[in-house]
């Protein structure tokens, strides 16, 4: 949806695939054309390179945007596209792949001067060698998969008697999810940020940066929650971090929009700590305070057009938060909740965007991941936006599936929040706190319905004394039964 919007502005034609489970799907009806590719199964359709490069080429598409799951960080999907003589919208392969490489990354950024935690320079071979590289970085450590990212195959040691089983477990994990089993280790930073800076490279040798994103509100992994700017980070601090982000992207001969991800300490100290090679979700807190359309930037940037600005042209204005609407039931352990949508009010008003991929009637399919829609404000500062996000769920009334929206309208009403105390364990914390819609509240709210319920009936039984007589079309509208 996204894609085809910046396509369309722009007088392209979109072609988009769908898998059987995807036929009433939003971007389907939306693209000037649609291709069936295959099962629900993603093996089968949207992981299935063939079957995608093989509707690209029947349809005589010149470019492919590989959007930002699935395929999106696939070096051989990129290779794929481009042995068809289609234009793939996204970095050279090359870049992909080192950055793909977590230890690969960690090294590149190193040589290109940005700090990255404590660690080793290459995966660890034996239990021994990783005891001696724990004993010089310092407990606590974290174990990751050299081929992972997002959290899989990572483990937290806090001491030397630890080290093997985590070791193994690490390395079973990560052998069962990337087919490799190369770990490696860092010291661990306790309750960090997660600041993320978006990139943007052309394939002339410019690269900026457009400033940060705040995604500390997550869980396992999964963002709830982002803003731009970070209330943590200063002006100073934005141009260090930038900085860093811009000379990684130029070391790596990166091209397109990229992200570059960093823990950042309470201290203010940042540490590299992987770059994603796609557009993300949360881009649009970025477009909304910088007032750049970062679609139409990957699309110009892969028709080898310049990027055309400088650093010192990129403004910061206001302050953008999004939330993500997901189909899940946090009062349920975050339970997926697929199922037809019966009813649906989207908010709306002034610097409101919703970007969604639902419709009343719509049925959530099962087989892929929650996201319904991302709603995302605009405000001069962030007290507004925390207010405007707030009035804007209030809007949002989705009828049918149980969703994310009482929770993130208890987040944006939460003194911490609010006053900007984040990590990465703020949701872990907030949860365990118990402002999450319990499931006892169902049980609370039928007794508040019976209650008035109650009253109600009382009230029948003996109108008040001084009660108007109801006029006569009023009588006759009442049900029978009322009047007993
Ligand atoms: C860390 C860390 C603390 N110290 N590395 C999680 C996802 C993966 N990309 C890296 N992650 C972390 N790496 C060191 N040396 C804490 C995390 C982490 C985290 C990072 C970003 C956002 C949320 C997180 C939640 C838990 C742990």
């Not at 203010?268 to 796609?278: A, C, D």
């Not at 991302?374 to 769920?393: E, G, T, Y």
């Amino acid at each position: 949806m996204r894609v085809i919007r910046a396509c369309r502005e722009l007088g392209i034609a979109t072609v988009a695939v769908y898998s059987e489970a995807d036929r009433e799907s939003l971007h389907v009806l939306m693209a000037d054309e649609a291709r069936l590719i295959g099962p629900p199964a993603p093996a089968e359709s949207y992981l299935a390179i063939d079957r995608i490069v093989a509707a690209a080429r029947a349809t005589g598409a010149e470019a492919v945007h590989p959007g930002y799951g699935f395929l999106a960080e696939n070096a051989v999907f990129a290779e794929a596209c481009a042995a068809a003589g289609l234009t793939f919208i996204g970095p050279p392969p090359a870049a992909m792949r080192a950055m793909g490489d977590k230890v690969a990354a960690r090294r590149a950024a190193k040589e290109a001067g940005v700090p990255v935690v404590p660690g080793v320079e290459a995966p660890v071979a034996t239990d021994a060698e990783a005891s001696e590289a724990a004993a010089r970085v310092g407990y606590p450590v974290m174990i990751k998969a050299a081929m992972g990212g997002g959290g899989k195959g990572m483990r937290l040691v806090r001491g030397a008697a630890e080290l093997a089983g985590a070791l193994r477990a690490a390395r079973s994990e990560a052998g069962a999810a990337f087919g490799d089993t190369s770990v490696y280790l860092e010291r661990y930073v306790e309750a960090p940020r997660h600041i993320e800076v978006q990139v943007l490279a052309d394939g002339h040798g410019s690269v900026v940066h457009l400033g940060e994103r705040e995604c500390s509100i997550q869980r396992r992994h999964q963002k709830l929650l982002e803003e731009s700017p970070s209330s943590f980070v200063t002006p100073e601090l934005r141009r260090r971090m930038g900085e860093a982000a811009c000379r990684l992207a130029a070391a790596a001969g990166y091209v397109n929009a990229g992200t570059v991800e960093f823990l950042v300490d309470a201290e203010g100290s940042f540490y590299f700590l992987e770059m994603n090679t796609r557009l993300q979700v949360e881009h649009p807190v970025t477009e909304l305070v910088t007032g750049r359309d970062l679609v139409k930037e990957q699309l110009r940037i892969a028709a080898g057009e310049k990027l055309g600005y400088g650093q010192d042209e990129i403004v910061h204005r206001g302050w953008a938060i999004e939330c993500r609407i997901n189909a899940e039931d946090p009062s349920a352990g975050f339970m997926p909740a697929p199922g037809r949508i019966l009813g649906l009010r989207t908010p709306g008003g002034p610097w409101v965007r919703d970007d969604s991929g639902v419709y009343a009637g719509y049925t959530i399919p099962r087989h892929y991941d929650t996201l319904m829609a991302k709603l995302i404000v605009w405000a001069p500062d962030r007290d507004a936006a925390i207010a405007r996000m707030s009035r804007a769920l209030g809007e949002y009334h989705v009828a049918g599936v149980r969703t994310t929206i009482p929770l993130l309208q208890q987040i944006v009403r939460d003194p911490d929040f609010i006053a900007g105390r984040l990590s990465t364990h703020y949701l872990d914390r907030f949860l365990r706190e118990g402002h999450a819609p319990a499931a006892g509240s169902r049980r609370t709210l039928a007794l508040i319905a019976a209650a008035l319920a109650a009253h109600e009936e009382a009230g029948r039984r003996a109108p008040a004394p001084d009660a108007p007589a109801a006029s006569p079309w009023k009588q006759a509208g009442r049900p029978a039964w009322r009047g007993r």
